[in-house]
């Protein structure tokens, strides 16, 4: 199963952008990939995805690498309300089930 | 939006009590896990479901059981539940490719085991 790799957390200061890494070196060519982020006490929000081109919403950019073996989630202005853990997960729309594998995401501190 | 709900919310119940907790979503999908939590660890996946009368067993064991009689609905059922069974269950659902495989979850059913 394709699996994930990020920092167990990051700092950063409000108003900053940040800039949240994954490494997904065995990914497949029809693995989507994923962001989610926990508040807590609440259950992962999705933030966005991507299969290879770079990807902006209106919460994040997501970056991914030309080889697609990691990807960056891009917080432009973090806010004191973007502390979460954040998610980077892969998804075969084929239905594999195994690929939902969450990890331990990055816990993103955020300082006033 | 997401249109996911889970009841109850908080629920403290002496060992041995059968619990079922509820999951209901209104979008349609297809596809519908539960997840189990730890304070401040991974989720892991317990369960899921592709559709009506299909279920499977996730990556991580669990004495828990679940149906799919209906697309809205995934309840899960402890027998006699245990101190161990203590943990957050959070629900979720996916709408398959055209909705590019989101997950929506709940607010989560947060299980305390006397």
């Known amino acids: ?112 | 939006e997401a249109d996911i709900y889970q009841t109850p919310r908080y629920l403290v119940i002496g060992t041995g009590k059968k619990i079922t907790l509820e999951c209901s979503q209104t979008m349609g999908h297809d596809k519908m896990y539960w997840y189990q939590q730890d304070p401040g660890m991974e989720l892991h996946l317990i369960h899921y479901s592709y559709g009506v009368n299909s279920t499977e067993k996730g990556d991580l064991s669990s004495e828990s059981t679940v149906s799919r009689i209906r697309t809205e609905h995934f309840p899960l059922t402890l027998e006699s539940a245990r101190p161990s069974h203590t943990s957050q269950y959070l629900c979720a659902s996916s709408g398959g490719f055209r909705a590019q495989g989101k997950l929506f979850f709940g607010s989560g059913t947060q299980l305390s085991v006397l």
């Open chain 1, 1 to 112: 199963d394709a699996k994930t790799t990020q920092p167990n957390s990051m700092e950063s200061n409000e108003e900053e952008p940040v800039h949240l890494p994954c490494n997904h070196s065995t990914i497949s060519g029809t693995d989507y990939i994923h962001w989610y982020r926990q508040l807590p006490s609440q259950g992962p929000e999705y933030v966005i995805h991507g299969l290879t081109s770079n990807v902006n919403n209106r919460m994040a950019s997501l970056a991914i690498a030309e080889d697609r073996k990691s990807s960056t989630l891009i917080l432009h202005r973090a806010t004191l309300r973007d502390a979460a853990v954040y998610y980077c997960i892969l998804m075969n729309y084929g239905g594999s089930q195994g690929n939902l594998i969450f990890g331990k995401g990055t816990k993103l501190s955020v300082k006033p």
